[in-house]
């Protein structure tokens, strides 16, 4: 965020507690203490696992759940007092579609319109736009139900910008879609980023975080890990290169303790231990290999290649995204 400008979003130790589910009278903290800032025209990611609590969170931003703790700005607003004005200037795109699986697909976006209170002539002009934006022109007539997942959810993200809202909350925006789906949805964010949108997104897939956002927050259990650029995360929590090496399960146990002694050795260089492999964190993947391969271990594959979030995220929480 550029310093010295008012935050379009503030949060402060933001807390949300459930009564817990399998203790009467228990609560259950899934965000325990959110400090971040987002500023005009950032594209801001949430980045964890299920569970690390990152739709509660998008759920007090969108002003339809209370804070339990901590204070909350939003468009300078209180969403204690101001909801509804805030809601009007948020678009939110939640992680189940709510369409009207009934109506056509120009339909759902004039109700929207409607909802707002908008202009019929003004909503009308929208849609035509959106429908364009959504690349969902020649199904404009078709019923919700025939469309597929991808264009169910590029209709639910037209839907979410029919007040031209200046934030667009996406939870979850990709999950479930096949990778050209996804493809075709990043293509159509990045679009709005270049408009000035501001976007908050939260994810499970590190390459759309790498992909989509300029600052991210890598999430577990409730609070935050860290906060920076993909890069300088990846920069200041990982190496520039991992070696991952597989070897045959029985001999896994002997040859960790080899590398470790190989690559322990040299400067810069560490070793964790996942279930079916190991990672070499080195600055020098092909010279890590090397070593390897002159102590006269056998790898059954051995691949380099850059780091990523996936790492940052195993160097900051012991655990994998996915897990
Ligand atoms: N209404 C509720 N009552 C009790 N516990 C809840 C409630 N809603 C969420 N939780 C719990 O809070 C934790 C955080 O949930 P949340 O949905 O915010 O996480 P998430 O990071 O978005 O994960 P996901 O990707 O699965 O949505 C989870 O352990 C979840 O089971």
Redesign the pocket.
Known sequence: MDDGETPLIDAKGLV?E????DRPGGV?R??AGLDFQVGRGEAFG?L????????????MLGCVSPPTAGTLRILGMDPARDGRLIRARLGVVP?EDALDVELTVRENLLMYGNYFGIPRRVVKERAARLLEFAQLEEKAGDRVEALSGGMRRRLTIARSLVNEPDVLLL??PT?GLDPQARHVLWDRLFRLKQQGVTLLL?T?YMDEAEQLCDRLVV?DK?LIADEGSPRELIERHSTREVLELRFRLDEQDQATGKVRAVTGAREGERVEVLPDRLMVYTPDGEAALAAVTAAGLAPVTALVRRSTLEDVFLRLTGRSLTD
Do not use: I
């Open positions: 949300k459930y009564p817990a589910r259950f899934a965000v949430f964890g696992p299920n569970g690390a609590g990152k739709s509660s969170t998008m759920r992680q939870d979850e999950t939260t499970h999430m409730g």
